[in-house]
């Protein structure tokens, strides 16, 4: 490795760098790239791939990069070019006011006045006509000259290289795996990994300090060019700007466009010839690395993900990848709580009493109309399955849980700021996102932003709270309707075990055939519901007029998580604590529009709750699967059908992305995997396999994404930020709830407590021989045909017995204790695990000086020069911009060369 000595100059992308001009950078533990490296990574390496050579993805004259494409078709032929349409609009201005209500007209106005826009930007375009049976496709490529680039990678706050250096990219369990000597085979040797750099925001008048920067080609790369040209057509007007017509969204919305996307750097598919690894485009690295099945067990390319996509997508995966990671030792955990539960399944004493009991205990009807008396022998198979989700080991595991979400969202914050730091995004939200272009289109005031200092556009605050307030309401009542929709799966399975329980075919099954058929009519209704209010959630953040889109999606993923969290919870939350609660007693049953409140399944509630649990979890994990495999499917071959591709010849680049499907982001797949944690985390003491299935579907869930972004779907425009946003806070707020919820769930749903307490307190032998028959009491004299039993701790008169308050005493103070501690123990978690790294923080001052001193000493050669030109000792001429001033000097040694 190249070590830089005082005097000596370094070449990075064709730029020699003094070494004294970087500070202090000859020290071993910087590592800058020199010139022997870099040659094997540059373009110059007829082994490695060249963007610059892939002539699929330029304009007709092979200079020009094609950096977006717009599509739109016309049923009406002859083809009109964008020119014909040009001299349309001259020519024929009174005819088009005479035809303002012709939609098709209007149409081609707005496209007219758009791409007008676009080249008063500076935009090159050029247009493609292709003809089919019944249409005519148009592709407009677009592309962005230096100086655009330039002038909007500034106004973006774009970060521009310093000093390259080795990328330092680590897996803490290749560390492990290294340490104990043993062969790592979820290593993943992917060729061309991007270059790590020091970088700053990039100033145009500081050109020649960025490496690079003299190869104009390639100095941007693909995304960052795509994420210019999208800033553009996102605020470029084809209408009135009061009305909001502003923007390619709008106009997709509209249908002047069909689509508008960046390209894919070629095929995905590997070349029957080619000379390395090394010489495949991102794309196929990235599938044949990243998004094949055979790569299920490797690690993923974070680096190229994000280089690919952007930072945004980059960090989803990052974390998708952590948390599955996470979800491996929860997962044995779980799995050794539920083989210990069915070991000792044999042996439980109370079960065995349920099966030994035979004709000796006659229990009450659990219903008023269609049920019957029945035997507590019955229920013999349920009682022994009912251990397995509700033994000492259940709990045991909820504790561990309960750690291991706080650990894992604390260790997430240390990745995700050394993850933020290495792809320079650290301070996105703050210092470089702009205002969203509807919010600046309808804004009504112009106003200073206090951190920038920018004029930009500004909504009155007041206003945005009140119409938050009323999104609040629509909200409320939305969620009002999903709680009537829970007491009508109740009233439904209620229903339902009338007719069963009296059919004798089905009379052994009646309540298992209910709860069951009752969990999938409410994961339908959850489904369904589910897809209405993500549109209503969405149209109410859009009145809501959010500044920058981060605000933005965090008050969308808001809206719509409490809306799903009580749609998939609000049943398991009445199962878990409210199920079997308020019932009476015979004489004196409880009754809800005449029907009696409900009691629990024969083997308790817990066993009920596991099985809704597995329904819904299960259930959906597998619709959403086949979802994602399904439906990209039929989306592909519909719209491959409507556009007609044609066979006798070969597809432009273009054409074949415009094939693809769109891409739809990723708020779905953040909203299923938020729902999970909370399935594997609130409800963990009554179904301990809830880890391992999810650790089985996110094993799933990232191959699928993966081959889903690299293969199925068009090319995202790359977005930058610097976490996963609002979705850490939903995550934190449900490990917080976790706690709370598993307490209530061991003291008040499971029989833990209740045997622990007869154990100690009414055995003689400290042993749970009789705690069935302690359990049941006996139905007052003259309310029942026949003298019943029934499940509660009450004496011959219905009284509560002195039994009931000392458990339910040691009910509060359990939830009180598990509380305390685990609140304890988390936030003791918390400050023993700092949020960044300490070696993090040393590259993060390292960065500042580098960054500090490169600006400072162009900055003082400028006020040289100034100074110099002022007494007339070198002849410069001076140009003054908003920011900087520019100094041209003939005669001058230049600072870097």
């Known amino acids: 490795m190249f070590k830089g000595k005082k005097g000596e100059k370094l070449r990075m992308n064709g730029t020699d760098v003094p070494l004294d001009n970087y500070g202090a950078i000859d020290s071993d533990s910087d590592k800058a790239i020199d010139h022997d490296a870099m040659d094997s990574n540059t373009i110059s390496n007829p082994g490695k791939w060249d963007s610059t050579l892939n002539k699929a993805c330029y304009f007709n004259d092979g200079i020009r990069k094609i950096d977006f494409v717009l599509v739109y078709e016309d049923e009406n032929h002859p083809v009109k070019s964008f020119k014909d349409e040009e001299a349309i609009m001259n020519g024929g201005k009174k005819a088009y006011k005479n035809k303002r209500n012709d939609e098709q007209e209007m149409h081609q106005a707005w496209r007219h006045k758009f791409l007008s826009s676009l080249k008063k930007k500076g935009i090159e375009t050029e247009e493609d006509a292709v003809e089919g049976d019944k249409k005519c496709m148009y592709y407009i490529k677009l592309h962005a000259p230096w100086e655009v680039m330039c002038f909007y990678a500034e106004d973006l706050c774009m970060r521009a290289p310093l000093q390259a250096h080795q990328n330092p990219s680590s897996n803490y369990s290749a560390h492990i795996l290294e340490k104990v000597h043993i062969p790592n085979i979820m290593q993943n040797d992917v060729p061309n990994t991007p270059y790590d750099f020091y970088t700053c925001t990039f100033k145009k008048s500081k050109l020649s300090r960025f490496l690079g920067s003299d190869n104009h080609d390639t100095y941007f790369t693909t995304s960052q060019r795509g994420r210019v040209v999208f800033e553009i057509l996102a605020t470029s007007v084809f209408g009135k700007k009061k009305r909001a017509e502003i923007g390619i969204e709008r106009l997709i919305d509209e249908g002047i466009f069909q689509a508008a996307f960046p390209l894919h750097d070629g095929d995905y598919k590997k070349p029957e010839h080619y000379l390395s690894e090394e010489s495949l485009n991102p794309r196929q690295i990235l599938y044949s690395y990243w998004g094949r099945w055979g790569t299920w067990y490797k690690y993923q390319p974070l680096d190229h993900i994000r280089e690919y996509f952007g930072e945004k997508i980059g960090i989803y995966f990052a974390w998708l990848g952590f948390y599955t990671a996470w979800l491996l030792p929860a997962s044995v955990v779980g799995l050794l709580v539920f083989i210990a539960g069915a070991l000792n399944m044999a042996n439980d004493k109370p079960a065995l009493e349920v099966c030994a009991s035979g004709k000796n205990y006659l229990m009450c009807p659990k219903c008023k109309v269609g049920c019957k008396y029945w035997h507590l022998s019955d229920t013999c198979m349920m009682t022994k399955i009912g251990y397995l989700f509700d033994n000492p080991g259940t709990v045991f595991f909820s504790?561990?849980?309960?750690?291991?979400?706080?650990?894992?969202?604390?260790?997430?914050?240390?990745?995700?700021?050394?993850?933020?730091?290495?792809?320079?995004?650290?301070?996105?939200?703050?210092?470089?996102?702009?205002?969203?272009?509807?919010?600046?289109?309808?804004?009504?005031?112009?106003?200073?932003?206090?951190?920038?200092?920018?004029?930009?556009?500004?909504?009155?605050?007041?206003?945005?709270?009140?119409?938050?307030?009323?999104?609040?309401?629509?909200m409320t009542t939305m969620i009002a309707i999903v709680l009537i929709f829970v007491f009508a799966v109740i009233m439904y399975r209620v229903l339902i075990n009338i007719p069963l329980s009296e059919n004798k075919m089905t009379q052994p099954y009646a309540e298992?055939?209910?709860?069951?058929?009752?969990?999938?009519?409410?994961?339908?209704?959850?489904?369904?519901?589910?897809?209405?209010?993500?549109?209503?959630?969405?149209?109410?953040?859009?009145?809501?007029?959010?500044?920058?889109?981060?605000?933005?999606?965090?008050?969308?993923?808001?809206?719509?998580?409490?809306?799903?969290?009580?749609?998939?919870?609000?049943?398991?939350?009445?199962?878990?604590?409210?199920?079997?609660?308020?019932?009476?007693?015979?004489?004196?049953?409880?009754?809800?529009?005449?029907?009696?409140?409900?009691?629990?399944?024969?083997?308790?509630?817990?066993?009920?709750?596991?099985?809704?649990?597995?329904?819904?979890?299960?259930?959906?994990?597998?619709?959403?699967?086949?979802?994602?495999?399904?439906?990209?499917?039929?989306?592909?071959?519909?719209?491959?059908?409507?556009?007609?591709?044609?066979?006798?010849?070969?597809?432009?680049?273009?054409?074949?992305?415009?094939?693809?499907?769109?891409?739809?982001?990723?708020?779905?797949?953040?909203?299923?995997?938020?729902?999970?944690?909370?399935?594997?985390t609130i409800f963990v003491a009554a179904f301990p396999l809830a880890p391992l299935f999810a650790l089985l579907n996110n094993w799933l869930e990232i191959r699928l994404d993966a081959s889903k972004f690299a293969?199925?779907?068009?090319?995202?425009?790359?977005?930058?930020?610097?976490?996963?946003?609002?979705?850490?806070?939903?995550?934190?707020?449900?490990?917080?709830?976790?706690?709370?919820?598993?307490?209530?769930?061991?003291?008040?749903?499971?029989?833990?407590?209740?045997?622990?307490?007869?154990?100690?307190?009414?055995?003689?032998?400290?042993?749970?021989?009789?705690?069935?028959?302690?359990?049941?009491?006996?139905?007052?004299?003259?309310?029942?045909?026949?003298?019943?039993?029934?499940?509660?701790?009450?004496?011959?008169?219905?009284?509560?017995?002195?039994?009931?308050?000392?458990?339910?005493?040691?009910k509060l103070g359990f939830v009180i204790i598990f509380e305390h501690v685990v609140f304890g123990v988390n936030k003791l978690i918390d400050i023993i695990v700092p949020d960044i790294p300490e070696s993090l923080e040393v590259k993060i001052k390292r960065e500042k000086y580098l960054a500090k001193q490169a600006l400072a000493d162009t900055d003082n050669l400028v006020l040289e020069l100034a100074r110099s030109a002022s007494e007339g000792r070198v002849p410069v001429s001076v140009s003054t911009t908003a920011s900087d001033v520019i100094v041209d000097v003939s005669d001058t040694k230049p600072l870097i060369t």
């Open 399 to 474: 504790v561990f849980v309960a750690f291991w979400a706080v650990t894992f969202l604390e260790y997430w914050k240390r990745k995700n700021a050394s993850l933020a730091h290495h792809w320079d995004c650290m301070d996105f939200e703050e210092e470089e996102e702009r205002p969203r272009p509807q919010y600046a289109a309808l804004a009504p005031a112009l106003e200073k932003n206090p951190i920038t200092g920018i004029i930009e556009p500004h909504f009155p605050e007041d206003k945005r709270k009140f119409r938050i307030i009323s999104g609040l309401a629509v």
């Open 512 to 680: 298992n055939i209910a709860n069951i058929s009752s969990a999938v009519v409410n994961l339908i209704l959850i489904m369904a519901m589910g897809k209405v209010y993500e549109l209503l959630a969405l149209k109410l953040t859009q009145w809501e007029m959010h500044r920058t889109q981060t605000e933005f999606e965090d008050q969308l993923t808001f809206k719509v998580f409490l809306f799903q969290f009580v749609n998939f919870y609000s049943a398991i939350f009445y199962i878990a604590f409210f199920k079997g609660k308020f019932i009476g007693y015979p004489g004196h049953y409880r009754h809800i529009m005449g029907l009696r409140n409900e009691e629990c399944a024969n083997a308790g509630c817990m066993t009920e709750l596991a099985q809704q649990l597995a329904v819904i979890m299960i259930g959906k994990q597998m619709i959403n699967n086949v979802q994602e495999v399904v439906i990209p499917k039929i989306k592909s071959w519909l719209h491959k059908r409507k556009i007609k591709k044609r066979n006798d010849e070969e597809l432009s680049r273009w054409e074949e992305d415009y094939e693809l499907i769109e891409n739809e982001g990723l708020f779905q797949e953040y909203l299923e995997m938020v729902l999970q944690f909370g399935f594997i």
């Open 711 to 810: 293969c199925e779907t068009r090319r995202p425009v790359a977005e930058r930020a610097q976490d996963i946003g609002v979705w850490f806070d939903i995550l934190e707020g449900l490990a917080h709830l976790a706690v709370i919820s598993n307490a209530f769930l061991i003291a008040v749903t499971s029989q833990f407590l209740p045997r622990l307490l007869y154990r100690y307190t009414v055995s003689p032998d400290n042993s749970l021989d009789g705690f069935v028959n302690f359990t049941l009491a006996w139905s007052p004299n003259g309310t029942m045909e026949k003298e019943c039993r029934y499940s509660s701790f009450r004496d011959r008169e219905g009284h509560y017995t002195l039994f009931y308050w000392h458990l339910l005493a040691l």
